[in-house]
């Protein structure tokens, strides 16, 4: 069993930084692979970022490739999305989720999700 807890999301002008934080709890986040999704009103969830359980791997969305970073610390139980260069298409709820249930760790298909953060970024 994992519980996520997501923080750091909040109101910013475009061209701001934000660091988002995942806070995990239970044993199988050390062996999982996590990922950071977002979810617009009116719109899909999509992926945004993911890690492998041992931070040598890192995929991106191409919106985001080059802006944001997501790195995991072991020790703390955490996974954390720095996210640079804000702009006002990056508002949504965003989402930390770990132990994807397929080989495509980029689909919205994972064992557990945190409560997700907002982000708001205007003009």
């Known amino acids: 069993q994992v519980q996520l807890v997501d923080s750091g999301g909040g109101s910013v002008q475009a061209g701001g930084s934000l660091r988002l934080s995942c806070a995990a709890s239970?044993?199988?986040?050390?062996?999982?692979?996590m990922g950071w999704f977002r979810q617009a009103p009116g719109k899909e969830r999509e992926f945004v970022a993911t890690i492998t359980w041992d931070g040598a791997v890192t995929y991106y969305a191409d919106s985001v490739k080059g802006r944001f970073t997501i790195s995991r610390n072991h020790a703390k139980n955490a996974v954390y999305l720095q996210m640079n260069s804000l702009k006002p298409e990056d508002t949504a709820v965003y989402y930390c989720?770990?132990?994807?249930?397929?080989?495509?760790?980029?689909?919205?298909?994972?064992?557990?999700w945190g409560q997700g953060t907002q982000v708001t970024v205007s003009s």
């Open positions: 239970g044993r199988t986040f050390s062996s999982s692979a």
């Open positions: 989720a770990a132990k994807p249930s397929t080989n495509n760790y980029k689909l919205p298909v994972y064992d557990y």
